[in-house]
């Protein structure tokens, strides 16, 4: 730490600085949370983050297809209830290409699914336009593919470690944490990030990992808030303490 400063003196445009930059990666924890309830937590077709939906996530709900589970899932309010009943139906009988338009699968596909799900929505979703595409999704359901867990793990390393070395960095300048305390709580989010990501992994081949998931996830949420409330309590409320600061005068 530079001597002398610390976050109760450092003068107000670097308070201000600090403070914007806390509040908006501060709101885009609040999305990223938001996002995974919507996702991962409705895996198991219920609101809210467990352990199933975990496995259901990365494991896969090896007992059916993807397109049935998440049709029960995360795609539930998508459909029509006749419309979702048409598509499992057609899974169930073999997902054959040529009973696909017989069925009327291939209506909801193209009047519902696609609005999203092609390359025009250019949301970098599977493209229902394809066929293949509906076809890998109707066979048994293994969880997330090698693919996507080496792109998600890849954007999470950078992007993750890149906003806990900054809200580290602000972090470092407190005045009335422990220096034990403070060292625990700087590297808390890295560990986690990486027992998270390696958990992903673990939990593709055995379910039996997915609470290290949550362990991880809750670690960096945690050393976050703290990191997050201490800094931008001792810049605003705690009261100015200069007791470090060496007088050259
Ligand atoms: C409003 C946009 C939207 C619509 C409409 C939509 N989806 Fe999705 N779909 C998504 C998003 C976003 C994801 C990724 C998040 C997730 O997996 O829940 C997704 C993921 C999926 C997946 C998982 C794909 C994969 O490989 O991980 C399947 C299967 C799926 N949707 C099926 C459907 C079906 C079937 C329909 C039509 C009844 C449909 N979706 C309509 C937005 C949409």
New binding site residues.
Partial sequence: MIKGYNLTNIGTPLKVLFTSYLCVVGIGYMMAFTQIL??HG?ADGKFGLSVDDIVYSYYGDRTGT??EN??N???KD??DEP??VA?IKWVRDGAEESTFESSGAKM??EN??I???SAEAG?G??D?SKFENIKE?AQQDTG??VA?LTRVSHIHLFGISFIFFFVGAIFVFAKNVPIWLKGTVIALPFVSQIMDIASWWLTKFDPMFAWLVLIGGSGMGIAFAFMWFVSVYEMWISKRDDSSVIDEH
Wanted: glycine share 4%; aromatic share 6%.
């Fill in positions: 919507l996702t409705m993807l397109l998440k049709l899932g995360s795609m998508m459909a419309d979702r598509i909801v596909f519902t699914c609005a999203c799900h949301m979703l599977p229902f999704r997330a593919s996507s």
